[in-house]
């Protein structure tokens, strides 16, 4: 049975006409889970080997992770150059104001960003680079001028509309406009399908069936009227030739649409909003074109040396809105996005004489390649042909869950470990991180599903290697994955694994290392090491910045004093978690005692009683007066506590360690236990006993929203029911029901906790 959207029409449609299943869509599918693994399971010991242990390599993780980090070295690469600019705040004989920016001076045109080059920030072509100097002179000159408009050009422009979602660009627009990740969108997007609200997610169709087609076109007419209706409705194709056209568009269910304001309350928040979105996407496809007028004006000015000053401005008219009602697409640059919007300017004529009523010079500096976004490397991915739309939440998921990236703000920021990996297999196992191999590879999937190639012949030949693949046709990896990972023994993985920063004044290297532990800056072969900090950019880890992680390092080599105890030496080290304290050196089999600096303390102005302080904890404070236990205090993975046998609580503040008596810490254990998620969760009602086991009942509020709890089951309260207002009878209803639901799941939740008593 075939249905897309979980809706009674197209799942009785389903039952009405099955079909047979289609064998080479299953040969395909099998194909590609066999080449994954025989890929990682082949490369990813070799990391192991050469790198560090329980890192991995993938069939297109891999090459995701490649074009980060080679976004990330471009960054490396990329040397600022500053310019300077001049804007004029004009305005008409009727005080209509505008602005403009000066575009040529004396024939010669001024650099702007878009002249300097994208990859190493220098200047391409003869444009004029203004100084500061020279454009406040110029200013100063300028002021005196008179500025007539020289030209005015009108140019009727025409948008279409955008095709409605599939799961790609659905990941890309809800990144820009609801800044979702990949896995929450495809999160969101799978509890709306399941629910019945939108068709199937996971699709690199844009096709929309004729009950779509018609849903879409009686909404139009009845939400913005008939004139925003083209005649005959748009079909789009997916222009990628490996599309597989199994399902509809990513477009709200059913055969007519609820808008977002029936469903206004229905929704939590991110479904509202993805909702939303596709609903909006799906209509605006299904608009008329939108039309306007842009027009692009010249004003010109004498100087008395540099020649004739042209400013220019242009503006933006929409005459018809047409599909811009419903919909307008985001943009991975802000600034684009922010400057084709709409701009009206006041009527001007060639000839025209404007009145100057300021002129500011500007500065600025260019700005290296962006990192990839989520929704920006999913499009990179599919404009490559890599992957398929529906792994790429999974595969971005994963490159973060091994360490290959993390999160800045938006951006995609590649580790070290990324680097030692991509240089690793770039080096020796070209082929499995090259960009059009992974795409031909692609390809040679998607035959198999057409019935071009057979599947176990084809995975043969690519394994093993042969001279063809079993249709007479070379095979895409004639060499064999298992030969070529054979070669993996003679990788020299110590030239891998370093990334140059540059060299001492004495020429020594000094270059990052990939560890056991993580990453660390070393000069020369056998120099002083130092931990790289685990949220350092590699685009900001300069020479400059390198030697002064070294030359801090070195000096946390002097002893900040002795302990007056033992008489060993305290130093102030920096790891890779940050500065912390050792007492004395580190001995083959004998961990020093080290302890990390509190948030007050800073390394600057550390001093040996405050190292002392930090060495002593866990520290001691006496018997418990009734248990007799001791009671001690210390700093711990998830903050500072107070410990008694296996009970625990939490206290405010690292500087409380210090100053806690044995009595206050009594008191704080005869405390109630509270979470690490922030003080536990206050109950909003207490209900009673429950009827058969006894046990309180409380009405909570959770981390998804209220629910009712007995201490073992807990019950999500419905969607419009006020939690205040919730009795005892429908308390135990609800949590009767839950609990036979778990049941029925093989969860048995008062066995567990009987288990945990026990």
């Not at 422009?157 to 495809?186: D, I």
């Not at 991975?332 to 004529?349: F, H, M, N, S, T």
């Not at 007479?472 to 370093?498: F, M, N, Q, Y």
Request: net charge neutral.
């Amino acid at each position: 049975m075939v249905f897309h959207e979980i809706t009674d029409t197209a799942i009785a449609h389903a039952l009405e006409s099955p079909r047979d299943i289609d064998g080479r869509l299953v040969a395909a599918q099998e194909t590609r889970r066999i080449l994954d693994r025989l890929v990682g399971y082949e490369v990813s010991p070799v990391l192991w080997r050469k790198l560090r242990p329980k890192l991995s390599a993938g069939r297109v993780q891999s090459v995701a992770t490649r074009l980060i980090v080679a976004r990330e070295e471009a960054r490396m690469r990329f040397v600022a150059s500053a310019y300077c600019g001049l804007e004029a705040m004009l305005a008409t004989a009727d005080g209509s104001p505008f602005g403009a920016r000066l575009a040529e001076l004396g024939e010669r045109k001024i650099a702007v960003g878009k002249d300097f080059d994208a990859e190493s920030g220098e200047l391409k072509g003869k444009a004029l680079v203004l100084d500061a100097a020279r454009a406040a002179t110029l200013a100063a000159e300028l002021a005196r001028a008179p500025f007539t408009v020289a030209e005015v050009s009108e140019k009727p422009f025409t948008e279409r509309p955008y095709p409605p979602f599939m799961t790609s660009t659905l990941q890309q627009e809800a990144g820009r406009k609801l800044r979702f990740n990949a896995r929450r969108t495809m999160r969101v997007a799978q509890s709306l399908y399941e629910n019945g609200y939108i068709t199937y997610m996971r699709t690199d169709s844009l096709t929309l069936s004729r009950e779509a087609l018609d849903a879409a076109r009686r909404q139009v007419r009845e939400l913005y009227g008939p004139q925003y209706l083209p005649e005959q409705p748009r079909v789009y194709r997916s222009k990628s030739k490996s599309a597989q056209e199994a399902h509809e568009a990513i477009r709200p269910a059913g055969d007519r649409f609820r808008t977002p304001a029936d469903l206004r309350g229905v929704l939590d928040a991110d479904q509202f909003k993805l909702y939303e979105l596709i609903w909006k996407r799906t209509l605006a496809s299904q608009m008329k074109d939108a039309v306007g007028t842009r027009t692009q004006v010249r004003i010109e000015a004498p100087t008395a040396g540099d020649g004739t000053a042209v400013f220019s401005t242009s503006g933006k008219v929409i005459g018809f809105a047409g599909f811009l009602r419903a919909y307008v697409e985001g943009s991975d640059d802000p600034a684009a996005e922010l400057a084709d919007q709409e701009k009206v300017l006041p009527r001007l004529e060639a000839g025209q004489a404007l009145d100057l009523t300021g002129l500011e010079p500007t500065s600025h500096t260019t700005q290296p390649p962006a990192r990839y976004t989520e929704a920006s490397l999913v499009k990179e991915l599919e404009a490559r042909g890599i992957g398929r739309p529906s792994t790429y939440a999974s595969i971005i998921q994963t490159i973060q869950d091994r360490g290959y990236v993390w999160h800045k703000a938006q951006a995609l920021v590649p580790t070290f470990t990324a680097f030692a990996v991509t240089r690793l297999l770039e080096r020796h196992l070209p082929d499995l991180v090259d960009y059009d191999f992974t795409a031909r590879m692609e390809d040679e999937l998607d035959a198999i599903a057409r019935g071009e190639h057979e599947a176990v012949p084809w995975l043969h030949a690519f394994y093993f290697g042969t001279e063809d693949n079993g249709n007479g046709k070379r095979p895409i990896l004639h060499v064999g994955l298992h030969a070529l990972v054979a070669t993996g023994g003679d990788i020299e993985a110590s030239e891998a694994s370093r990334i140059t920063i540059g060299r001492t004044e004495a020429g020594e290297r000094v270059a990052v290392r990939l560890g056991r532990y993580g990453p660390y800056l070393q000069v020369g072969d056998g120099g002083q090491r130092v931990s790289v900090p685990d949220d350092m950019p590699p685009d900001e880890l300069t020479l400059e910045r390198a030697l002064e992680l070294i030359g801090r390092a070195a000096e946390g080599e002097q002893p900040l004093g002795n302990d007056p105890a033992s008489g060993l030496p305290v130093f102030l080290k920096n790891g890779r978690f940050g500065p912390y304290v050792q007492l004395g050196e580190r001995a083959d089999g004998d961990k020093p005692r080290m302890a990390s600096l509190w948030k007050s303390m800073t390394p600057e102005n550390l001093s040996l009683d405050e190292a002392l302080l930090l060495l002593s904890f866990p520290r001691e404070l006496g018997p418990h007066p009734e248990t007799g236990e001791p009671v001690t205090v210390q700093d711990g993975r998830y903050g500072p506590y107070v410990k008694m046998g296996a009970e625990t609580r939490s206290l405010t503040s690292q500087d409380e360690l210090a100053t806690i008596t044995l009595e206050q810490a009594v008191a704080k254990l005869a405390e109630p236990k509270r979470g690490r998620r922030g003080g536990g969760t206050a109950a909003i009602a207490d209900l009673g006993a429950h009827p058969t086991s006894g046990a309180p009942i409380q009405v909570k509020s959770g981390r998804f929203g209220p629910y009712v709890t007995d201490g073992t089951v807990n019950a999500t309260i419905p969607k419009g029911t006020d939690p205040e207002a919730l009795g005892l009878e429908q308390a135990v209803e609800l949590l009767a029901r839950r609990e036979e639901k778990l049941r029925e799941q093989g969860k048995d939740p008062r066995a567990k906790k009987a288990r945990k008593r026990r």
